[in-house]
C-alpha cells in the first residue's frame, strides 16, 4: 500500500478515497508530493521563492563588481569565489548533516546566507562599494549554500514515500532551472530601475520564505545506523561510496556528460563564427539548455513510470552526449538551439533519477554524505567541462572540441553500461546501492 508522511515525519498509509493514477498516463508534472505532504509543499514553495532571489543576487554581484573594476578577469573571480567554498565545504556540509538535526543546520546556514544579503544590501545603501567585501560575501554564500543543500536534499526521503521521489526530484529541477532563467532576467531588471541595493533586499525577503518552511519541519535527526558513535566524517561517506558500484555510476555518468561534453565555455566563440551572431546570439545559446531543461521538468509526469532507473540515467547521458555532437554540426542557430534545448531536456531526465537513486539506495545515516559528494560534482564537473573544452578547442576548431566531446561522452557512458551491467539492471523496487 502506498503512503503518505504526517507533519511529525512518520508515513502514514494513503487513504482509500484518494483516486490513483497511473504514473505513465501523466503527461505534465507530477504535482502529488505537493498535495500529500504540507512539510513538503512548504519546503519547496520557499525553495523557489529563496532560489529565485539568490540567482537574482548574483547577478547583481556579477554586475557590480564588472561596474567597480571594468573587468571581466574580476568578474570571473566572483565564480572561483564560490567554486573552492561549494568543493571543499560541500563535503564536510554532508558529514554534519548526518550527525546533527538536519533542520536545525537548514535553519542556521539559511539564516547565515539571509545576514550575507542583508550584508550586501547594507554596503550598497550606505555607498560602500568595495571588491574585496563582495568576493567575500560570496565565499560565505556558498558556505552557507554548501551547508544548506545537503541537509535540505536528504531531507526529502523522509517527508515523502518512495515512489514519489521521481516527482518530487522532476519538481526541485523544475525549481533549479526556474530560477536560472527568471531571476537573472529579474535581477538585471531591478538592478537597471532602482539600484543594487533592490535586488538584495528582495533577496532578504526571499530568503524569509526558506526560513519558514525550515521552521515549520518536524525535527530531522539522522538515523543512528549500527548504533556507531556519531562523527562527522567526510571519509566514512567515501569509504561507503566505494563499497556501492551503482550510486558511483550515477557520479561517473553524470562526470561523462559534463566534464566530455561541455560547449559552453565556446558559446562566444560560436556564436560569431558559425552563427555570424553577436551577444544576443550568445544570450540564446546560453539560455536554450535551461529552457530546454524546463520544459523537461514541466512535462515530466511520465518519469514516475520508469522503474529501470539506472538504464534511464544511461539513456538520458548518451542522449545529452548525441544532442551536443549535433549541436557541432549546426550552422543554422534554430537548429543549433534545438539540439541544445534537447541536451537540457535529457539533463533533467539524468538528474531526476540520479537524485532519485541517491535517496532510495543510501541508508539515511549517509544521506548527507553523499549529497555532499554530489553538490561537488555538479560545481566542479562543469567547470573541469569548461576547461577540458576551451583547451581542446585551442589546440584543434571549436568543431573539434564540441562534436569530439559529444561523442566521447556517448562512448563513455556505453562503456560504462557494458562494464557494470546491474547498473542497467537496478529496478526502483528493489533499490540495490
Not at 523522509?158 to 532563467?181: D, K
Request: hydrophobic share 50%; proline share 6%; aromatic share 8%.
Amino acid at each position: 500500500m502506498a503512503s503518505t508522511t504526517t507533519s511529525d515525519g512518520n508515513r502514514s498509509p494513503k487513504s482509500p478515497e484518494e483516486p490513483h493514477i497511473p504514473t505513465r498516463s501523466r503527461i505534465f508534472a507530477d504535482l502529488t508530493p505537493l498535495r500529500t505532504s504540507p512539510d513538503y509543499r512548504r519546503l519547496w514553495c520557499g525553495n523557489t521563492v529563496s532560489w529565485m532571489g539568490q540567482q537574482m543576487t548574483a547577478l547583481a554581484v556579477s554586475l557590480q563588481v564588472y561596474a567597480l573594476t571594468h573587468s571581466t578577469f574580476s568578474v570571473g573571480l566572483v565564480g572561483l569565489c564560490s567554486l573552492v567554498p561549494l568543493v571543499v565545504f560541500g563535503l564536510y556540509g554532508g558529514a554534519i548533516a548526518d550527525t546533527v538535526d538536519r533542520r536545525t543546520l537548514g535553519l542556521f546556514s539559511a539564516s547565515g546566507a539571509t545576514v550575507m544579503s542583508v550584508v550586501l544590501a547594507t554596503a550598497a545603501l550606505v555607498g560602500y562599494h568595495r571588491v574585496w567585501l563582495l568576493y567575500t560575501v560570496v565565499a560565505l554564500q556558498a558556505v552557507c549554500f554548501a551547508m544548506n543543500s545537503p541537509a535540505r536534499s536528504s531531507m526529502i526521503p523522509r517527508l515523502l514515500p518512495t515512489e514519489q521521489l521521481p516527482a518530487a526530484n522532476a519538481l526541485n529541477s523544475l525549481t533549479s532551472n526556474l530560477g536560472l532563467m527568471g531571476g537573472p532576467m529579474l535581477g538585471g531588471v531591478i538592478v537597471g530601475l532602482w539600484g543594487y541595493q533592490a535586488a538584495y533586499l528582495i533577496d532578504v525577503a526571499a530568503f524569509s520564505a526558506s526560513l519558514y518552511a525550515m521552521w515549520r519541519l518536524p525535527p530531522m535527526r539522522p538515523d543512528k545506523g549500527d548504533g556507531a558513535r556519531r562523527r562527522a566524517s567526510v571519509l566514512d561517506g567515501l569509504r561507503f561510496l566505494a563499497t556501492r558500484p551503482n550510486l558511483r555510476m550515477t557520479f561517473f555518468s553524470d562526470m561523462a556528460a559534463m566534464v566530455l561534453a561541455q560547449p559552453r565555455a565556446l558559446f562566444p566563440a560560436v556564436a560569431v563564427l558559425w552563427f555570424a551572431g553577436d551577444a544576443k546570439t550568445v544570450g540564446l545559446l546560453v539560455a536554450a539548455p535551461a529552457v530546454g531543461a524546463v520544459l523537461g521538468g514541466l512535462f515530466s509526469g511520465w518519469l514516475g513510470g520508469i522503474r529501470r532507473h539506472g538504464l534511464a540515467i544511461l539513456v538520458a547521458v548518451a542522449s545529452w552526449g548525441a544532442a551536443i555532437a549535433c549541436f557541432g554540426l549546426s550552422r543554422h542557430l534554430w537548429l543549433g538551439l534545438f539540439f541544445l534545448a534537447v541536451a537540457g531536456c535529457a539533463d533533467t531526465v539524468s538528474m531526476v533519477f540520479r537524485s532519485t537513486m541517491l535517496q532510495a539506495a543510501t541508508p539515511d545515516e549517509m544521506r548527507g554524505r553523499l549529497q555532499g559528494v554530489f553538490i561537488v560534482v555538479v560545481a566542479g564537473g562543469p567547470r573541469l567541462g569548461d576547461f577540458l573544452t576551451g583547451s581542446v578547442a585551442d589546440l584543434t576548431s571549436p568543431e573539434t572540441a564540441v562534436i569530439g566531446g559529444g561523442l566521447a561522452c556517448v562512448l563513455t557512458v556505453t562503456l560504462l553500461g557494458l562494464g557494470r551491467r546491474a547498473f542497467a539492471r537496478y529496478d526502483a523496487r528493489d533499490p540495490q546501492p
